[in-house]
């Protein structure tokens, strides 16, 4: 099934155009007029350059009027191989089709409301025949019905027309569309967007990327250092101040000469106050009782951090090189 662009708006012509495996663009003078354009000529042009196939409007009150505005259309520069001409149905529009498609232009016969239509359309050798899908559901009216009657008339009688699914609300009708066997559909920007969107991709492919990183990037890449570490010798409150200015949970507590003398954490805090009261802030870390932390190469790999936080049910690590502390990991930077 054909897939097109339904749009006026250039920058998101072009954002969409970028995708590569777009059919073509559809539009219309409405749309024109409401990204106020007044350039339509040279609009067109422009569009022309861009994609692959142009849809645009062919107006005219008789056969020859249209037949005269594709053909001065057609000589601005447009390729009439890669230029589809819409009319609205009506006879003098189906013989206008005829006409033109003898000459070998592509037109799109749409505003079709009904099977009647869409059969004269046929007869007339349009290339494309648009039922207006979310117009015909605004008027209350089985409108996925008509699609089915009209691609079932091409396909049982050997048309060589192309049903195109066109005023498309929602992702919904490209379900439709394609259920029921259409030839081509046009699609604005937004419904285009949302059509590879779902929730259970989502969360599978966040988890690749996290599983990825787990077991690609080192602990050294991501470990954050500032305000980490502290002497023994500083109080419960100076520690606070320095946990508080690092934005960690942790710190770590070091003998003279710079090794490891243990860790503590703003639990170990809420139950000391708990215990002692507020009393206990101005006391030396060597007041605590002594307490190792969980420690981890910086060259080691994120999976076995991971393995480590899910071992001893912690939150924070403590990152050392060549055995001395250098910073701390928590289970949220794997996130």
């Known amino acids: 099934m054909e897939l097109y662009l339904d749009s006026a708006n250039l920058p998101e012509i072009e954002n969409a155009f970028k995708l590569g495996f777009l059919t073509g663009l559809t539009t219309t003078p409405t749309f024109m007029h409401r990204e106020g354009i007044n350039d339509v000529d040279g609009v067109i042009l422009k569009l022309s350059k861009i994609v692959p196939i142009l849809q645009i409007e062919a107006l005219g009150r008789t056969a020859d009027e249209i037949i005269s505005e594709a053909h001065r259309q057609n000589d601005l520069g447009l390729d009439k191989n890669k230029t589809v001409y819409k009319i ?63 691609v079932n008339a091409v396909n049982k009688y050997n048309y060589p027309s ?14 439709n569309a394609l259920n029921i ?14 059509l590879p969107q779902n929730n259970f991709t989502s969360l599978g492919t966040q988890q690749f990327f996290e599983d990825t990183k787990l077991m690609t990037t080192k602990v050294k ?21 320095k946990m508080t200015l690092s934005k960690l949970g942790a710190i770590t507590i070091l003998e003279d000469n710079g090794s490891l003398y243990g860790i503590f954490t703003d639990g170990d805090l809420r139950r000391l106050v708990e215990k002692e009261g507020d009393s206990v802030l101005g006391k030396p870390l060597t007041y605590l009782p002594s307490k190792q932390p969980v420690t981890i190469d910086s060259n080691a790999y994120l999976i076995e951090s991971s393995q480590l936080f899910k071992q001893y049910k912690i939150d924070t690590l403590v990152v050392t090189e060549n055995g001395k502390p250098v910073g701390m990991l928590d289970i949220q930077d794997l996130l």
């Open 162 to 175: 192309k049903i195109m699914f066109s005023s498309v609300r929602n992702p919904e009708h490209v379900k």
């Open 88 to 150: 609205p149905i009506s006879l003098e529009g189906a013989k206008a089709c005829y006409m033109l498609r003898k000459e070998g232009y592509l037109v799109n016969l749409h505003l079709i409301y009904t099977i009647q239509q869409a059969f004269i359309a046929m007869q007339a050798g349009a290339t494309y025949i648009c039922p207006l899908v979310g117009r015909l559901q605004d008027q209350g009216h089985d409108a996925l019905g008509l699609v089915e009657q009209c």
């Open 221 to 241: 890449d991501i470990y954050r250092a500032q305000n980490s570490t502290i002497s023994k010798n500083a109080t419960i409150n100076e520690a606070l101040v």
């Open 181 to 194: 066997g259409c030839h081509t559909i046009t699609v604005p920007w937004k419904v285009l967007q949302l």
